[in-house]
């Protein structure tokens, strides 16, 4: 089960960073994704990273405002935004892969969070 907090009303130009934590025992072993949904828009790619934390990716519209990180100890996935815009505004997911290596494919992913509201004012 993943939960994701975090999200909340912030002004342009603005940080936030989400939290997903799992209460799974092979949390370590999975690679951990977010992804952000705008309303009336497809789901969209914003960040992974490896179960060690060794690999990490990002969509390139993201790159250099968006840090995904994870505490395997603590069974936490972060994502630290920077520099926030009101495009950013979306419900952010996290997700976990079973499967080793980076995906930015949905569908590779088969366990999902119920979602966190990030609203950007400009």
């Known amino acids: 089960q993943l939960l994701e907090s975090g999200g909340g009303l912030v002004q342009a130009g603005g940080s936030l960073r989400l939290s997903c934590a799992s209460s799974g025992r092979t949390f370590g072993t999975y690679t951990m994704g977010w992804f952000r949904q705008a309303p009336g828009k497809e789901r969209e790619f914003v960040a992974a990273v490896t179960w060690n934390g060794g690999t990490t990716y990002y969509a390139d519209s993201l790159k250099g405002r968006f840090t995904i990180s994870r505490d395997n100890a603590k069974g936490t996935v972060y994502l630290q935004m920077n520099s926030l815009k009101p495009e950013d505004t979306a419900v952010y997911y996290c997700?976990?892969?079973?499967?080793?290596?980076?995906?930015?494919?949905?569908?590779?992913?088969?366990?999902w969070g119920q979602g966190t509201q990030v609203t950007v004012s400009s």
């Open positions: 997700a976990a892969k079973t499967n080793s290596g980076i995906s930015t494919v949905a569908s590779s992913f088969g366990s």
